[in-house]
T-cell receptor
Framework: DAGVIQSPRHEVTEMGQEVTLRCKPI?????LFWYRQTMMRGLELLIY????????DSGMPEDRFSAKMPNASFSTLKIQPSEPRDSAVYFC???????????FGSGTRLTVV | AQSVTQLGSHVSVSEGALVLLRCNYS??????LFWYVQYPNQGLQLLLK??????LVKGINGFEAEFKKSETSFHLTKPSAHMSDAAEYFC?????????????FGKGTHLIIQP
């Protein structure tokens, strides 16, 4: 089992550019979560999916953020246009039964300059 | 609704000393409880979890935690700290059957080990 795979590990982009973060969940996990981690705000849940359907996107900061899950093995988090305040580490996590815990990916460190 | 409070955003202990990281929760149903550890530049790893079996739970790297319903606590301990324990620790709670999907995380405690 390769675990939750995120790409890229690091991303540096200029303000105004589009950024796409990718996640491959563990096979068989029906739930997928996107989190953002910053020093100031800690770990924030952005959105989660169940069976590829977005269930709760109340944590998405604004319309510049969008997330999709076209199939059970792939999800994207897109920021367009990006801003310096979007700089953070973005984590993807998956689970078959969320009440029993999640498996996290290694994260994508995004820097917007 | 569920919530988690971690007392102390930073905890500093000497190498070889007892580690105690505090976590209190609130939950409308009997909860499941978790401790995750995050080493620098890495994702969160599950350290241990309580899912209504034994109240004293043993995890990886010599850590353990005890579920105390009367105190609504799930404190994390390790008898003797090692330099490699320096990391961020997150407590989390879930409500199986409570209608809420997933975990609620605390704000984290940064553990510093003094040589």
């Amino acid at each position: 089992d390769a675990g939750v795979i995120q790409s890229p590990r690091h991303e540096v982009t200029e303000m105004g550019q589009e950024v796409t973060l990718r996640c491959k969940p563990i096979s068989g996990h029906d739930y997928l979560f996107w989190y953002r981690q910053t020093m100031m705000r800690g770990l924030e849940l952005l959105i989660y999916f169940n069976n590829n359907v977005p269930i709760d996107d109340s944590g998405m900061p604004e319309d510049r953020f969008s997330a999709k899950m076209p199939n059970a093995s792939f999800s994207t988090l897109k920021i367009q246009p990006s801003e310096p305040r979007d700089s953070a580490v973005y984590f993807c996590a998956s689970s078959s039964q969320p009440a029993y815990g999640y498996t996290f990916g290694s994260g994508t460190r995004l820097t917007v300059v | 609704a569920q919530s988690v409070t971690q007392l102390g955003s930073h905890v500093s202990v000497s190498e070889g000393a007892l580690v105690l990281l505090r976590c209190n929760y609130s939950s409308s149903v009997p909860p499941y409880l978790f401790w995750y550890v995050q080493y620098p530049n890495q994702g969160l790893q599950l350290l241990l979890k309580y899912t209504s079996a034994a109240t004293l739970v043993k995890g990886i790297n010599g850590f353990e935690a005890e579920f105390k319903k009367s105190e609504t606590s799930f404190h994390l301990t390790k008898p003797s700290a090692h330099m490699s324990d320096a990391a961020e620790y997150f407590c989390a709670v879930s409500e199986p059957g409570g209608g809420a999907d997933g975990l609620t995380f605390g704000k984290g405690t940064h553990l510093i080990i003094q040589p």
